[in-house]
């Protein structure tokens, strides 16, 4: 922690981000590693997702017109 509080980078403008303000390696300093399961998790997420909007996009129209 007495390394983050030593390279604090200082930031002025007008409060928008820019590429000088955030590096990747400030960004990800203390990420998890990405696990299996989670990997799974959102892949099965998407195709939970993709099956709701299909079924979506052939029963609201339906439902509609009838």
């Given amino acids: 922690m007495a390394d983050a509080n030593e ?16 590096e990747a390696d400030d960004v990800l300093a203390g990420a998890e590693p990405w696990e299996p399961i989670e990997t799974k998790l959102v892949a099965w997420s998407l195709v939970i997702a993709a099956i709701a909007l299909i079924l979506g996009l052939f029963l609201v129209p339906t439902s509609v017109l009838h």
């Fill in 7 to 22: 390279e604090k980078k200082e930031v002025s403008g007008t409060g928008s981000l820019t590429g000088a303000a955030l």
